[in-house]
């Protein structure tokens, strides 16, 4: 199929798989939303229709769209620096710190090749027998099915990577096969690194995040490298890709030099030392003659402020969903309400009730909320991350609301 798509429709899925993956502009081939949105045309399927079901980030429309644009290159030991680091200078201070176990986190790991890389790295670092588990997840379904599969042609194994660690092991002609003792250390799970991972996956003590927040707006970046640093635990290691961040992350130190990109999470220790140092510097000078006064305050580590739990209307929010998932509309529809009056700021609550009520038929109790949506919404820096069950940018409040509002112009 040929000839010009409506623009607005090519808009609105650039705006929802940026939304979703955190994706700049820039980052997003054009001619893969293009071919997916022909292809659904091709089906039979309206512009409008279209439009109506990009409303929903979780549609399959948008799950197809984030598909078609995702890079999933990788290979073993990319970037071996990394895994020398973490083998000679990270695995022994994390030891140093007592530790009975060692946790890993592969995050962004496409096909599984960092992950078995970096547990391979781990095991080989401690002395037999000692706990090592590694986690790899990525928001694309079907390269974690293939990391599962933990068998790999040629692509993946790169002359400029040497093999640093016993890692696979030859089981065809161009075929390898991850070790079992390698395998058996090793699981994946699908998450997008917008979202706070579930407290399920407990802490780690290294995570690799190399090569994923390169396609990130600077807003949706941060917001990752946050939620990222509140897994690790404390002189927990974070490794980032060549040129993903400028500045150090908050709480955390810079190791290693700094093409390395190498960042340690501070201890409570060197926290508490660190307030006291402020205190110190920052207490008035002794007057002439020596007065008693009680010891400066020790300022509460940084780190616990910032693990905060979620706002209650997230909480609220999160209840709602429930009911929905349970079919209960009118019980979803009294506590959207309820939110609604009482934060009346909170973007997602707006949008969610909207869409609650246009699904039940009630497009005049919609739109008043749509509207609503859009003009709080525009008031936001168009990147500012909204709180709710998924980070999202202010922008794609904004753009649902126009879309909304202007369906009758596609009609
Ligand atoms: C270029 S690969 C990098 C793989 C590996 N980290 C490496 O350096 O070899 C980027 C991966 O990040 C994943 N990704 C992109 N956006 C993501 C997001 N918001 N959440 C989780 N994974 C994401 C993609 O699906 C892709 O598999």
Known sequence: MSGELDPRLLTRAREVVAAITGFREDAIAAEAVDRVMRSELARGRTPADLLG?????????????????????????RHPEHFRFLSREAVPAVLQ???????????????????????????????????VEVLGTDIHEASLEAARRATYGTWSRRESAPRLFPLYTETGEREVTILPAVRRITTFAQANLLAPLPERFGRFDFIL????????????????????????NPGGWLFLGAVEVDRVPAGMVRE???????????????LNARAAAAARAAAPRPPVAPVRRPPPPVAA????????????????????????EEGDEVGASSVLEALVRQAPDYLPGLLELALLRERSGAREGA?????????RAERLPPDQLVDGPEALPARFYQASADAYLNQGALE
């Open 53 to 77: 079901e990009l409303l929903y980030p979780s549609s399959t429309l948008a799950t197809v769209l984030v598909k078609a644009i995702l890079v999933g290159e990788t290979y073993f030991f």
């Open 97 to 131: 710190r007592g530790s009975l176990a060692l946790r890993g986190w592969s995050a962004g790991c496409a096909s599984g090749e960092e992950t078995y890389s970096l547990a391979a790295c781990l095991q080989a670092s401690v002395p037999h027998g000692f706990p």
């Open 209 to 232: 995040c190399r090569n994923v927040l390169t396609y990130f707006t600077p807003a949706a970046r941060d917001a990752a490298i946050t939620l990222l640093s509140r897994t690790l």
């Open 256 to 270: 290693g030099p700094p093409e390395l990109q190498a960042f340690r999470l501070l201890t409570p220790e060197e």
């Open 301 to 324: 580590p940084a780190r616990e402020v910032a693990v905060a739990p979620p706002p209650p209307p997230t909480r609220q929010h999160l209840t709602a969903l429930e009911r929905i």
């Open 367 to 375: 739109v008043p909320l749509m509207r609503a949506l859009r003009t």
